[in-house]
């Protein structure tokens, strides 16, 4: 299957050093935090890969380099180009819509923008013919068109956020924890209007979220994130059938589960050490049950499994490959 985007060996560090002087005097060096570190994926059109893992695990900084807010220290990401030979565009709809939605600005305002910055339509009709199209298309009334943003409830912000995204014509939408500040009832909605928007219009969705029910809701692959590196990547249905990486187990034991719903929720056990001064060897090894010394020592390399998954642990690679027994 062909790859909309393309993401290889993908780093990105900050600069979060303490300010020049304080530096010279308290005989600091400067200091650099890896959000994301040297992470490799394909996004298959019209498919939807979701990023997944607890947080400050540098998701939102993969979202934020796929739609060019921030540039890549190091590596590539590569966009496909549409049928017309234009490089394809990401459009990003964020967690929180009211944050997203210019509160003085009527929802028509907010969705004709990009219509006429892009010149997508040429003259007051067309462009309200197309806001009133596009709200219906996310479930609103044309007549949504003339109120403010706070005159909405959450869901229906996000409903219009998700309208002001589709108005820029995009073929991938990356969608940052879209519903995590919404009801439950209402996140259902909104995700069952993001599939069949995607069904549709054919579009490519690269989704985070740090709730792994949400992510099997959406995916047709999942990649979990650990202190910014992918730890195992596996087409959905694999991935929740056999789990392989200790960190991904940990993540699904967190989960009501099918066949005991009413066992309680647990967060997952430990602290996520700080990514300034990351573990040695697998960042993983300190909160691992399996961990031993070669955890400590050496990073695991990230291996493909015949099932289409990949996963980097030496527990899981020794398991597929035994070593031959000593002579
Ligand atoms: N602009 C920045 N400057 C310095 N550090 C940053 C910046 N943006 C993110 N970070 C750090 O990079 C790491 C990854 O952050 P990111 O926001 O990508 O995580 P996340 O997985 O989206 O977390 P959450 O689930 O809380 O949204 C964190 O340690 C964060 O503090
Ligand atoms: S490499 Fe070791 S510490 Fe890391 S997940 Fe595998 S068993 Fe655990
Ligand atoms: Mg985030």
């Known amino acids: 299957m062909t790859a909309a985007l393309s993401v290889t060996d993908l780093t990105r560090e900050f600069d979060v050093s303490a300010p ?67 490089p394809l565009a990401a459009q990003m709809i964020f967690q929180d819509p009211y944050a997203s939605l210019n509160p003085r600005w009527r929802v028509f305002d907010i969705i004709a923008e990009p219509l006429r910055e892009l010149k997508l339509r040429d003259g007051d009709a067309a462009i309200s013919d197309r806001v009133s199209d596009l709200l219906s298309t996310v479930g609103l009334s044309p007549k949504d068109a003339r109120k403010f943003p706070h005159e909405f409830s959450g869901g229906q912000r996000q409903r219009i956020s998700i309208a002001r995204a589709l108005a820029g014509e995009p073929r991938f939408l990356v969608c940052d924890e879209p519903t995590s500040a919404l009801d439950v009832s209402v996140q259902a909605q909104i995700l069952n209007l993001m599939r069949r928007l995607q069904d549709e219009m054919n579009l490519t969705y690269l989704f985070i979220s740090h709730d792994m029910s949400v992510v099997r809701h959406m995916s047709d692959q999942i990649a979990v994130m650990y202190l910014g590196r992918i730890v195992e990547q596996a087409p959905t249905e694999t991935l929740f059938a056999e789990p392989k990486h200790p960190y991904t187990r940990m993540l699904l034991e967190t989960i009501p589960n099918v066949r005991n719903p009413h066992r309680r929720r647990e967060a997952p056990s430990g602290e996520v050490p700080s990514p300034l001064n990351p573990p040695s060897g697998c960042a993983f090894h300190t909160r691992c049950p399996l961990a031993d010394a070669r955890c ?32």
């Open 20 to 86: 020049w002087l304080n530096r010279v005097v308290e005989r600091k060096p400067r200091a650099f935090l890896r959000a994301v570190d040297d992470i490799s994926f394909d996004v298959p059109f019209g498919s939807c890969l979701s990023l997944v893992g607890e947080s400050g695990c540098g998701k939102s900084t993969v979202a934020r380099l796929v739609t060019g807010l921030y540039s890549p220290t190091r590596g590539s990401l590569r966009f496909s180009t549409d049928p017309a030979g234009k």
């Open 296 to 327: 400590q020592a050496e990073r695991p390399a990230m291996l493909s499994h015949p099932d289409g998954s990949r996963v980097a642990c030496h527990r899981v690679a020794e398991a597929m490959d035994p070593a031959p027994a000593a002579p």
